[in-house]
């Protein structure tokens, strides 16, 4: 990975009126590692990436791509940019073809290129075989394809997606994960979602937006260790009373989860496995499961989204 980032982004805000968009939102990233601007509906992904594709100018705030000033020099930057908007501006009366040679043409490729661009791009899709056929009567999935095949055809370094995946269904959802996978091999990627499965399967790092600004900025490891265990898991074969395991030092709190299976709370700087072990093995329990329960990142995400406005936060 690249130690300069390819797409720096600083302080970046948008206003409406007295709406705010998005407010002081700083982002990166590099060649060969693959972004999630994760967020809720509404949180600012598609106008933050409006403004880094600089197809919206910001209030506030400095977008560099590959070291040029978006603001500044926009043609320029835009050559090392592709970019697939939520809607993906096909036109339905086209072949794919036709509109990948209309997309060549304007992101300033030659005639003498064109061929290989449009061979490079289908190949890269999945769309070797769909080049006659009219854009209009392709699935969502495929329609997809195309619109990611427009935003790589000039082989931008930078591959800016927003919901690329809204509206497919597991199969094609599948795939279309597999080629942003693919994709890292040779661009950065930065992909919007608020589906959390989506990051955990292709993302490297995780930038999460709520109300405008930034709750979350990370590795999705670090994402992860997050996640820290506050709870264990048991199961015994003879059920000891609540009481019992309330009494075990390190403790907090005991949940009947049935079928002989607790949840143990504790502290989180506090292990009190052991101390179960052996009130289990001193009581006759039969112990048949002791291990740590971990938030998943689903609860860790909303912790992050709402612990601003001290939402209750689904269990």
Request: charged fraction near 20%; aromatic fraction near 4%; proline fraction near 5%.
């Amino acid at each position: 990975m690249s130690a300069t980032p390819l797409l720096q982004a600083h302080g970046l805000a948008r206003y409406y009126g007295g709406h705010r968009a998005i407010e002081g939102l700083t982002l990166e990233v590099h060649a060969g590692e693959v972004l999630g601007l994760l967020g809720p509906n509404g949180a600012g992904k598609s106008t933050t990436l409006s403004i880094v594709s600089g197809n919206l100018a910001p209030s506030a705030g400095q977008v560099t791509i590959n070291g040029i000033d978006l603001l500044e020099r926009p043609r320029q930057a835009k050559r090392y940019i592709g970019y697939l908007p939520e809607n993906p501006p096909l036109y339905d009366d086209l072949t794919v073809d036709e509109y990948l040679r209309y997309c060549a043409r304007l992101h300033g490729i030659g005639r003498a290129g064109l061929a290989d661009a449009l061979d490079r791009a289908k190949a890269r899709t999945g769309l070797d075989e769909a080049g006659r056929a009219l854009i209009g009567t392709l699935s969502k999935g495929f329609r997809q394809r195309v619109g990611i095949a427009q935003a790589l055809i000039h082989q931008p370094p930078l591959i800016i997606l927003d919901e690329p995946t809204v509206g497919l269904d597991p199969l094609q959802i599948r795939e279309i994960r597999e080629l942003i996978a693919e994709l890292r091999t040779s661009h950065a990627v930065i992909l919007s979602t608020h589906i959390l499965a989506e990051v955990q399967a292709v993302c490297d790092r995780v930038h999460i937006v709520h109300r405008g600004h930034t709750v979350f900025a990370d590795t999705l490891a670090n994402l992860a260790a997050h996640g820290r265990s506050t709870g264990l898991l048991a199961a015994f074969a003879s059920a000891p009373e609540t009481r019992a395991l309330a009494a075990i030092d390190g403790v907090d709190g005991v949940h009947a989860l049935g079928a002989n299976r607790f949840r143990l709370a504790h502290d989180a700087d506090v292990d009190p496995a052991e101390a179960v072990a052996a009130a289990a093995c001193a009581g006759g329990w039969g112990l048949r499961e002791l291990r740590p329960e971990h938030q998943s990142l689903e609860q860790v995400f909303m912790q992050a989204v709402y612990a601003e406005t001290r939402e209750d936060i689904p269990a």
